[in-house]
């Protein structure tokens, strides 16, 4: 086996503001392995995690709000290097005492920085001249002593400083944001140039990592996954797959909510490529009944976690029983857990939940099981490449989110076969015509939404038509936090509502979806 290497993390510090994961995913870009720590993380607790550099994050707040976080000055004194970033820039320089002001200079988007010398340190081999991203209203007017200012703006007399003996530097912009030039050229400066380290973290490395690790957790115990279609529990169980075989089954329950292809995908494509043992549940009756009757979206959700956890413990007690006469318990359960969640949840300043996300592999509280989570330091970009990597099929592991409860939160109304059936033709068609157009990367998702209980006359032949309209939600998102709506090309959203009213019965009109969110979130429902 191919000897692992620890990595020693660039530990990225969040203020608070959405860009701490990002720039924890363009060290990664540059294979370096980084993570994320919390603000109030004491200076002690820091370097206990042997940090191989240290990167503070831009924040929303002024270094002179009531409550900023600070940065205790004791963190420059360790000789580990040191990145701010935007807001973590004006806290280490006001730690080092520098002068922050409010100069009511504030400068927001794209920026043209000038170098007050030649490119050097952290701006090596990059113009004089470049355009940089900025979101800020307090600036940097004096460098700490013994600091050398790199560069200025408009509005920031200092925008980049460093004191290389010391391994401290700072930049006003966000490098982590494409809009500034090069932004990852400056990442790669402080990475390579000024902290001295090697880009050696790979997706190769990251398999073997956790297979180590998989078997030594598992030892000879039986494993238990449930797959949901979607491409973390695949790649998860893949991987697991890849470190224990045989002590792994898998439990796909097939609620009937899927769209077209997709449970052909799990059943025939995925075990092709693992060679994984899949224990089926047939359940899209059991679903169907107990969502009879039922529009509200949120008791759907609910009734779908309730259904899937039932059949789930179902499934389970068989393979138990089939394990129990071989003598082996199964004592650990996979899960796909990703380090956006597990950041999320440890961080406790996420945002608010706005739906009940009752995700499908959601498994009850009592279950006995050991976790075994090999995504769990990995972003789903990186889950993406890993999945490449082990075989698995472009369609699993390019498939775009997908929400647990599936397509009965795309029919507002009542779910019924029939209507199922309906939105999976013209899901199928739209998805169809985004991939041939070669688009499949331009938008995050495109839900595609049944209007059930909405009746819309057309004229179809010779007559008047009833019938119900679709719905096309074409989004762009970085995180499903936010979201614009997808300028998809007009010819594209023609041939998609051409195919869909001629060849689905039933549907006779076509409506694109043009709200950001917020305020309209992503699903419908
Ligand atoms: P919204 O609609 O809240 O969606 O803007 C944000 C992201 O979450 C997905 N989503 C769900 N995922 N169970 C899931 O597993 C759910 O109940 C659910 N509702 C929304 C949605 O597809 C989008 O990616």
């Given amino acids: 086996m191919t000897q692992t290497v620890s990595h020693r993390p660039v530990l990225v510090i969040d203020y608070g503001a959405q860009y701490a994961q990002?720039?924890?995913?363009?060290?990664?870009?540059?294979?370096?392995?980084?993570?994320?720590?919390?603000?109030?993380?004491?200076?002690e607790a820091l370097l206990a995690k042997d940090p191989a550099a240290i990167i503070l994050s831009g924040g929303p707040s002024s270094v002179y709000a009531e409550g900023a976080p600070?940065?205790?000055?004791?963190?420059?004194?360790?000789?580990?290097?040191?990145?701010?970033?935007?807001?973590?820039?004006?806290?280490?320089?006001?730690?080092?005492?520098?002068?922050v002001a409010r100069t009511g200079l504030r400068e927001y988007g794209a920026t043209a920085m000038t170098m007050t010398g030649a490119a050097r340190s952290i701006l090596s081999t990059t113009p004089a001249q470049q355009n940089v991203w900025m979101s800020h209203g307090d600036s940097v007017q004096a460098a700490p002593e013994g600091f050398e200012v790199l560069a200025s703006t408009a509005g920031a007399p200092v925008a980049a400083f460093a004191a290389p003996g010391r391994r401290l530097f700072g930049v006003q912009w966000h490098p982590e944001v494409k809009h500034s030039d090069f932004g990852q050229k400056v990442l790669e400066n402080f990475l390579f140039e000024e902290a001295g380290l090697t880009p050696d973290w790979t997706t190769g490395n990251v398999i073997e990592e956790?297979?180590?690790?998989?078997?030594?957790?598992?030892?000879?115990?039986?494993?238990?996954?449930?797959?949901?279609g979607g491409?973390?529990?695949?790649?998860?169980?893949?991987?697991?797959?890849?470190?224990?075989?045989?002590?792994?089954?898998?439990?796909?329950?097939?609620?009937?909510?899927?769209?077209?292809?997709?449970?052909?995908?799990?059943?025939?494509?995925?075990?092709?490529?693992?060679?994984?043992?899949?224990?089926?549940?047939?359940?899209?009756?059991?679903?169907?009944?107990?969502?009879?009757?039922?529009?509200?979206?949120?008791?759907?959700?609910?009734?779908?976690?309730?259904?899937?956890?039932?059949?789930?413990?179902?499934?389970?007690?068989?393979?138990?029983?089939?394990?129990?006469?071989?003598?082996?318990?199964?004592?650990?359960?996979?899960?796909?857990?990703?380090y956006p969640d597990v950041v999320e949840s440890g961080g406790g300043e996420g945002a608010a939940n706005i739906k009940s996300h009752h995700n499908v592999g959601g498994l009850p509280e009592d279950m006995q099981f050991e976790l075994v989570e090999p995504l769990r330091t990995?972003?789903?970009?990186?889950v993406r490449t890993v999945g490449a990597e082990l075989g698995l099929p472009a369609e699993?592991?390019?498939?775009?989110?997908?929400?647990?409860?599936?397509?009965a939160i795309r029919i507002v109304g009542e779910v019924t076969a029939e209507?199922?059936?309906?939105?999976?033709?013209?899901?199928?068609?739209?998805?169809?015509?985004?991939?041939s157009a070669g688009l499949d990367h331009e938008v995050w998702q495109m839900p595609v939404v049944l209007l059930a209980d909405v009746h819309s006359v057309g004229v179809q032949g010779d007559g008047r038509s009833y019938g119900h309209p679709i719905v096309l939600r074409p989004v762009f998102s970085e995180d499903a936090m936010t979201a614009n709506w997808s300028r998809l090309p007009y010819d594209l959203l023609a041939r998609i509502s051409n195919r869909i009213t001629n060849e689905v019965e039933g549907v006779n009109r076509v409506v694109l979806d043009v709200t950001s969110k917020p305020p309209g979130t992503i699903e419908w429902e």
Avoid: W
């Fill in 419 to 435: 209507r199922l059936e309906l939105l999976r033709k013209a899901d199928a068609i739209a998805r169809h015509e985004l991939t």
């Fill in 22 to 43: 990002l720039i924890a995913r363009r060290v990664r870009e540059a294979n370096v392995y980084s993570e994320i720590v919390p603000h109030h993380i004491s200076v």
């Fill in 396 to 407: 699993i592991v390019q498939r775009h989110p997908f929400p647990g409860p599936g397509l």
């Fill in 70 to 99: 600070a940065v205790n000055a004791e963190l420059f004194e360790a000789g580990v290097p040191v990145l701010g970033i935007c807001y973590g820039f004006q806290a280490m320089a006001k730690a080092l005492g520098g002068e």
């Fill in 231 to 338: 491409v973390d529990s695949a790649v998860a169980a893949a991987l697991v797959q890849r470190a224990v075989g045989d002590q792994l089954t898998c439990v796909f329950v097939d609620h009937g909510l899927l769209r077209e292809g997709e449970a052909e995908q799990v059943e025939r494509d995925f075990v092709a490529a693992t060679g994984v043992k899949l224990y089926v549940a047939r359940e899209a009756d059991r679903f169907l009944s107990a969502l009879s009757g039922v529009t509200d979206p949120e008791t759907k959700r609910k009734i779908i976690g309730r259904e899937f956890i039932r059949a789930f413990e179902e499934a389970e007690r068989v393979l138990i029983e089939e394990a129990g006469q071989a003598g082996e318990p199964i004592r650990f359960l996979v899960q796909g857990t990703l």
């Fill in 378 to 382: 990995l972003f789903k970009d990186e």
């Fill in 210 to 228: 956790q297979t180590a690790r998989i078997r030594e957790q598992v030892g000879s115990g039986r494993v238990i996954c449930g797959l949901s």
